[in-house]
């Protein structure tokens, strides 16, 4: 049995509009390139559930948010990241529709991956996994051997796609093959030689 597993950003959904992320800092009083810096600064600690969303934001911010500031933001970086890669997501619903096995392993904070499981091409997944409820983020070993487990799967037996090298070469060391993706056209056509 292969399990092929997807990243979510960047790879089922297009990377975060450079607009949405102006529009954020525009909606939070911030100057946008500090506002941006910060945003990816803090982003893993976030994304591993190191710090709570208002913990996250006021460091984005540089000050303590508010709490409808927090709750805005929030709504707004799940938008921005709701956008689907339509070609991936065509390839993510002929695998679920042929019986295959599919996952999905995000580094997400978990108000993200409360927000992407309300996705109707997300919510057809059967077992989704988010660095924010994991307490793990990639590309670390530990959320690669948790994922494996938590399927019953022997890491060999396991695809792994993602749009980050260094995701990818995680997963290599965990035993999975890893496909790097760059756009749906090549991940169709390396897709059938990875599967048995």
């Known amino acids: 049995m292969t399990w092929i597993v997807f990243d979510y950003g960047g790879v089922l959904s297009l990377p975060q509009p450079e607009s949405d992320a102006d529009a954020m800092a525009r909606a939070a009083g911030a ?13 893993l ?17 540089d000050r303590p948010a508010t709490p409808s500031e927090v709750a805005r933001l929030v709504a707004m970086d799940l938008a921005s990241w709701a956008y689907p890669d339509e070609g991936t997501v065509a390839i993510l619903d ?17 108000c993200l991956g ?3 499981d309300e996705l109707p091409w997300i919510a057809a997944i059967g077992h989704r996994f988010y660095s924010g409820r994991m307490g793990l983020v990639k590309p670390d070993r ?26 990818i070469a995680g997963a290599e060391r965990a035993g ?11 991940l169709r056509e390396a897709l059938p030689a990875l599967r048995p």
Not at 31 to 43: G, N, Q
Not at 55 to 60: G, I
Not at 147 to 163: N, Q
Not at 176 to 186: E, I, K, L, R, S
């Open 31 to 43: 100057e946008p390139e500090a506002f941006k810096r910060r945003y990816w600064e803090h982003r």
């Open 45 to 61: 600690e976030f994304d591993r559930a190191s710090l709570s969303p208002m913990a996250y934001w006021s460091a984005v911010l």
């Open 94 to 110: 002929e695998l679920i529709e042929a019986g295959s096995d599919v996952a999905l392993l995000s580094n997400a904070p978990v």
């Open 114 to 116: 409360d927000g992407l």
């Open 142 to 167: 530990e959320i690669y051997d948790e994922m494996a487990r938590a399927l019953k799967a022997d890491p060999a037996e396991i695809v792994f796609i993602d749009d980050r090298a260094e995701n």
């Open 176 to 186: 999975m093959t890893g496909v790097h993706f760059t756009d749906a056209a090549a």
